[in-house]
């Protein structure tokens, strides 16, 4: 019985400890890390948009494509 209580205090005390870091981890401390985390954000969009495998593989042939055969 007492094997179980240590059990179940072990694994309150690790959800506790992992709660609080993921708290403290998400908050920022000023305007300037919410900033600097949107430009981030938006920066990793257009890149995911830009070189999809869509958009790398599929293009239509433009002017500087004129010489290239495969």
Known sequence: MIE???MFGLMTAIA??????????S??????????EQARRVQ?????VSYNS???HNT???MSDLYYRP
Do not use: Y
């Open 44 to 48: 990793a969009h257009n890149d995911r």
């Open 54 to 56: 869509n958009a790398v």
């Open 60 to 62: 239509p042939p433009t």
């Open 16 to 25: 506790v400890v992992l709660i609080v870091k993921l708290l403290r981890r």
């Open 27 to 36: 908050s920022t401390e000023n305007v300037d890390g919410l900033l600097i």
């Open 4 to 6: 179980l209580g240590v």
